[in-house]
């Protein structure tokens, strides 16, 4: 076990956990977020998508050991109230059917934006390729970002 600092979602956070223990398990089980999902647990599917200092990355495969002094962001920090703008386009374009995908999709979509802020639709759908939606929201989804990009 080893105690690590942690900077998540602008608050500092102390953890005494194995060193291997995956991010994922960190956030959900010993910091209590649950907006991040456990999808496939091989980095494959992006339900687990956070932000390390702004860059979309997949939790389920980061041990703790790996993050450093690096900034966390969850779902939960994205933004308060939900006010973010790729959020606000989610709802408008009615993307989430099962939700369980989203915040994945909602985190790698707004990391995306903020590298590229007005993304063509080939640069959406690469950006936006290791993320799986099992109800196929796909269109929506590409449409959503595109809302979002104009705002």
């Not at 779902?75 to 059917?97: C, F, M, R, T």
């Not at 959406?124 to 109800?135: K, L």
């Amino acid at each position: 076990m080893a105690v690590y600092t942690l900077k998540v979602n602008g608050t500092n956070r102390q953890v005494d956990v194995d060193p291997a223990t995956p991010l994922l398990w960190v956030i959900r089980e010993h910091l209590h977020m649950t907006g991040t999902k456990y999808g496939c647990g091989v980095a494959m599917c992006g339900a687990c998508t956070i932000h390390l200092n702004g860059t979309a990355v997949r939790s389920c495969q980061m041990p703790i050991s790996a993050i450093g002094n690096r900034e966390i962001t969850t779902i939960e920090g994205l933004s308060e109230n939900g006010e973010h703008p790729v959020q606000k386009a989610w709802l408008e374009y009615d993307v989430a059917q099962c939700g369980y995908c989203q915040t994945g999709q909602i985190m790698t979509a707004s990391a995306l934006l903020k590298t590229t802020p007005n993304p063509t639709d080939a640069q959406i759908e690469a950006a936006m390729s290791g993320n799986i939606c099992r109800c196929g929201t796909y269109l929506r989804i590409k449409e959503a970002i595109k809302a979002a990009a104009k705002k």
